[in-house]
């Protein structure tokens, strides 16, 4: 096939070329006079599985032929013959059995490391182990590093690394895969070094990024009969540029310095580097641009000298688009909006980026049209169905059950997908209003037991199977991984099963399948995991998860595809858009890594950070030069405003310069390009203006209108009466939260009740009157009631702040009155309103001239008595009550006094103005507010008169608040 040659054969493609298929007409071109056995001969060793299957692909599409031998790179296991080289173990027992040396090292070291940090730091270990067996670096070369200057990274550091040592110093014996692989390739090379096989070998389509993959590259580059094939290398960069990409710490991210280093490692230069097919790149005129764009920053400078020699830069920007969007949303609606087009015209379109949340939104973007991508990354498994019923489930045995966690899995689609699901669903519903309402923070079985009891048609075996399931499940100690596994999955298939049979639908479909493969997976590594505490089995589990993906290839459209940017190295399209081309998105920032730092990784012969940085230029060289492009980015993210990527920038910068070529109208032309797109998108996006509702003022009829209210409800009339109309006539309540939370109604009922018992104590036994005995009594109720250690310690830390405020206060309350009642009930009624209101005292104290005086304990900032005047009337309309005889048990008396108890901070007592309003005054113009809401001509206006325009209704949705301010009109609607 090749002639012979005294020096290595390397050829490449183009940048912008479609690689496979310039790969495939390579072979034809080669091969077509000769017998049709000798393609079969050939060796054909690619990089990854979806760029053999492109290639079959091509070869099926004709002219008929006998194929080549093809081969990937992970292959070579298979070809390795007599080589002997054991099996290699799994990376998932690699990963367990670093885990239990992790774990140990934890136990007797706590300060590492944070415990759930266990897995990622294995799994990160076993990454640096399977990097240093793929570069051929050893354990004596990373501890022989002079780390003087950072000791401190470095001691914590090395703890780990013993560990590390240990696993490599076995190697030879059980290697991973990295290691068996650079096992091979080094027995293959020996073997080729005695007898270099006769047919053609040929490796295309990788870049050598890895160590072990540049050293096979180079083995078969020397054989008689073998080339290399060079997917986008760089034919217009001069030689002098390729010379300065030699040193790996000022060039790593330059897309072409892995080629430079192959070269330099096989003793060519760029000029020995042969176009495979003699086919010209789609855009040579952009190519140009964008390799005199891309240049390495020592010599930029070119850009003055070569800048002017690019010419005309029309024809390599004709078809460029670049679209700079407000926010990602835009951004995405505007892909949207291509791939849709390019679907109506059977263009085939792909999207290239790495940023998976955009590839999101394009995706539910396009779903207005009915278009379903095709997306090569798929969905996470972890965020699939069966991957998050999974880990809920998982969670069961380590934390004490929830209220949120048990409903979150009752609700999940796979929760009781047997038989029965409907009337499921009905109980629990029933079961979630049950315990908003009565606060079930933490289900009991007694609780859930009384709540089924207690309905009308009790749901005794459903509630049977609930406790039976959910109830009581956290694992103790520290069992072995193995039986941990066994519960977790006959738990997660009892729970999908419900009251039928077998595991539901939790192993069903796309997902479910991946979910049970690695399930089979971790039970055939179960025994190197060892004893694990149900914690660390759960971020195990949940880490181990995160790693599957879910693709159903045969979902997608065939014209608008979703690629990664290594998909999109082997395939070919129409329309490339480029999209996430910010810092940080296109290229990634590099991860921070645990172990060495940049300058200690490029000392020990390491991959630098930015080996990812080059790559993705790469990448990004490559598919910039496809026909038609677009470049896409946010110009905002959620929190603050993007930079635009390097290759955007330089690419613009570039443009900006050359005025004489046309590079300014160029930039203008792609600006404005996408600007019509984004134009578009708003136009998508835009809705016929709605007038905005009117400020409400509902008038039902009087025969509806409530007629019992309580005193706390008086305020709430006055300020907001809308919120009274809701409540009482349309009878809607606020959704209780779900979790009981430590809030200020919480924090009230707690500090009524102690100081409640407080003061009864008091009574019965005077000696207690004393902060001691009161904060005594705050533990108690606290601990009783309080769940939450943090609320419990700054409560208490509250009432013993008011303590002594309250103790010398109550000295002399009890020198002027008795306490005669607390919590004292009282109903009031203005019968030809026929209108009852209705009042609890929190404490009635009664003098020696009979008089009474009313308290009640506030914890926050007690009303003014100016607020008391026109608003807050409670203390005022219980002082009307108790003159005229409306507490129950108390005969009428005059109200000399009522206070408001104020506990905040600083502690205040605040008096009811009953010297500038009396009583039968407050009750005179109580009755003529009730006459006024009883008279049909009468709204309830929404937030008539609140306190600040911040305050919140829990009605001001229902009354559109926001689309009219209190300073608009209400509107009088009379209702039917």
Known sequence: MFSPSEQPRVFAAPPGADFPEVLVQGLRSRFANNPPEDMARVQLILNTRRMERRVRALFDQGPPCLLPRIHLLTDFGNLSGSLGVPTAISPMRKRFELVQLVAQLLDAQPDLAARSSLYDLADSLATLMDEMSGEGVSPDVIEGLDVSDQSGHWERAKTFFAIARHFLERIEDQPDAEARQRMIVEGLMHQWDQNPPKHPVIIAGSTGSRGTTMLLMQAVAKLPQGALVLPGFDFDMPETVWTTLSDALSSEDHPQFRFQKLLSNLDLSASDVVPWAGLDAPNTERNRLVSLALRPAPVTDQWLEEGPLLGNLEEATRQMTLVEAPSMREEALAIAMRLRQAAQEGVTAALITPDRMLTRQVTAALDRWDLVPDDSAGMPLQLSPPGRFLRHTAALLVKELTAEALLTLLKHPLCHSGQDRNLHLLHTRDLELAMRKQGMTYPEPETLRAWAGAQKEPPLVWIEWVISQFCGQIIAGSPDFSAVLETHIALSERIAAGSDEGSGGLWDEAAGREAAKIIAQLRDNAKYAGPLEARDYADLFGSVIAGGEVRNRDKGHPNVLIWGTLEARVQGADLV????????????????????????????????????????????????????????????????????????????????????????????????????????????????????????????????????????????????????????????????????????????????????????????????????????????????????????????????????????????????????????????????????????????????????????????????????????????????????????????????????????????????????????????????????????????????????????????????????????????????
């Open 577 to 976: 858009i480029l999209g996430g081309l910010n810092e940080g998105s296109w290229p990634e920032a590099p991860s921070p890594d645990p172990w060495l730092n940049r300058k200690m990784r490029h000392d020990a012969g390491l991959l630098l950070p930015e080996r990812r940085i080059g790559l993705s230029a790469h990448d990004f060289q490559q598919a910039v030069g496809a026909p038609q492009v677009w470049l896409t980015r946010s110009i905002r993210s959620d929190e603050a405003e993007t930079v635009s990527s390097r290759w955007v920038n330089r690419l613009t910068n570039l443009l900006k310069g050359l005025p004489d070529q046309g590079g300014v109208q160029a930039l203008s032309d792609m600006q404005a390009r996408g600007q019509e797109w984004l134009s578009m998108v708003k136009s998508l996006e835009r809705v016929e203006e709605v007038p905005s509702e009117n400020r409400p003022s509902p008038r039902p009829p009087v025969a509806v209108r409530p007629d019992h209210l309580s005193v706390t409800e008086i305020k709430k009339l006055i300020r907001d009466p809308y919120a009274i109309y809701a409540r009482h006539i349309l009878k809607l309540r606020p959704l209780d939260s779900l979790m009981k939370t430590p809030d200020a109604l919480l924090r009230g009922i707690i500090v009524h009740e102690v100081l409640e018992q407080f003061v009864r104590d008091v009574d019965a036994d005077a000696s207690h009157l004393n902060s001691a005995h009161l904060l005594k009594i705050s533990e108690t109720v606290l601990a009783e009631n309080v769940p939450w250690a943090t609320a419990r310690a700054l409560w208490k830390a509250r009432i013993e702040r008011v303590s002594g405020h309250f103790v010398s206060g109550e000295i002399g309350r009890r020198a002027n009155a008795i306490p005669i009642a607390y919590e004292c009930k009282a109903r009031s009624e203005i019968p030809e309103l026929g209108f009852t209101l209705s009042a609890k005292a929190d404490r009635i104290d009664r003098t020696e001239k009979g008089d009474l005086v009313i308290y009640d304990y506030k914890t926050g900032r007690p009303p003014s008595q100016d607020e008391q005047k026109f608003f807050d009337k409670q203390l005022l309309l219980e002082a009307a009550m108790a003159e005229r005889g409306g507490f129950k048990d108390i005969d009428p008396a005059d109200v000399v006094d009522a206070i408001y108890l104020g506990l905040g901070n600083p502690p205040k007592d605040e008096r009811a103005p009953l010297a500038d309003t009396a009583p039968a005054q407050i009750w005179d113009e109580f009755t003529q507010l009730i006459a006024h809401f009883m008279d049909a001509e009468n709204g309830f206006t929404a937030r008539r008169a609140m306190h600040s325009d911040r305050d919140h209704s829990d009605y001001d949705q229902l009354a559109r608040f926001g689309e009219w301010d209190v300073t608009d009109k209400p509107k009088a609607e009379d209702l039917g």
